[in-house]
């Protein structure tokens, strides 16, 4: 079963203007991560939030936590044509064994020049 | 980044095929895993490895065999393959807490 669930699903935007991506996660986790995916391609890792952590940022990232809620969102700033992905959500469960990670369906984003 | 490579990156092939997927990495990371992408779906995992000698199923393992010839190389097999089978399939490594992913391989079962 899928631990993360991104929203929207899809999204089509201007250049310039900022994403926001939505993650819901149903059980405790040691962090939230959030991936990149090119079309056809490999995932890569884009920023990692810990569960005792409430925002985090990484150059036009900037990523959120609530745990209290379980959801996550992932904020592009000033997005490019050249961020347009699927971003994925992953959850390193707590009480595990920190072997794997769940992914979530994805958000693909679509910047418009 | 080639620090995991995939071969084939495309392959078709016909229902009841033996086929293997084969990975390899230079990070000398201990663990591996394979996923199958398909649209709508997500990731889901097929199999994973700590090191050569434990190998465990995954959620989707049913029709897949994996083979872990070294700490650098996790090959994939699909013993007869079937057309539910076709889908992007991706081997990853894991050091810490993040995964680094191959660039997949496009399956095609006719």
């Known amino acids: 079963s899928q631990q993360g669930e991104e929203d929207p699903q899809a999204l089509s935007i201007q250049e310039g203007e900022n994403a926001t991506m939505n993650c819901s996660y149903k059980?405790?986790?040691?962090?939230l991560q959030w991936y990149r995916q090119n079309s056809g391609r490999g995932l890569v890792h884009l920023i990692l939030i810990r569960s005792n952590e409430r925002e985090k940022h990484s150059g036009r990232l900037r990523v959120t936590l609530d745990t209290s809620k379980k959801s996550s969102s992932l904020l592009i700033t000033a997005s490019r044509a050249a961020d347009t992905a699927s971003y994925f959500c992953?959850?390193?469960?707590?009480?595990?064994?920190?072997?794997?990670?769940?992914f979530g369906k994805g958000t693909l984003l679509t910047v418009n020049p | 980044d080639a620090d995991v490579t995939q071969t084939p990156r495309n392959r078709i092939t016909k229902t009841g095929k033996r086929i293997m997927l084969e990975c390899s990495q230079t990070?000398?990371?201990?663990?591996m895993y394979w996923y199958r992408q398909d649209p709508g779906l997500g990731l889901r995992l097929i199999y994973y490895s700590f090191d050569v000698k434990d190998i465990n199923k995954g959620e989707i393992s049913d029709g897949y065999s994996v083979s872990r010839q070294a700490q650098a190389k996790f090959s994939l097999s699909l013993e007869s393959a079937i057309p539910n089978q076709t889908a992007l399939y991706f081997c990853?490594?894991?050091?810490?807490?993040?995964?680094?992913f191959g660039p997949g391989t496009r399956l095609l079962v006719l």
């Open positions: 990853a490594t894991k050091e810490g807490e993040t995964q680094y």
């Open positions: 992953a959850t390193d469960p707590s009480g595990g064994s920190n072997y794997k990670l769940t």
């Open positions: 990070k000398g990371h201990d663990r």
């Open positions: 059980t405790s986790i040691n962090n």
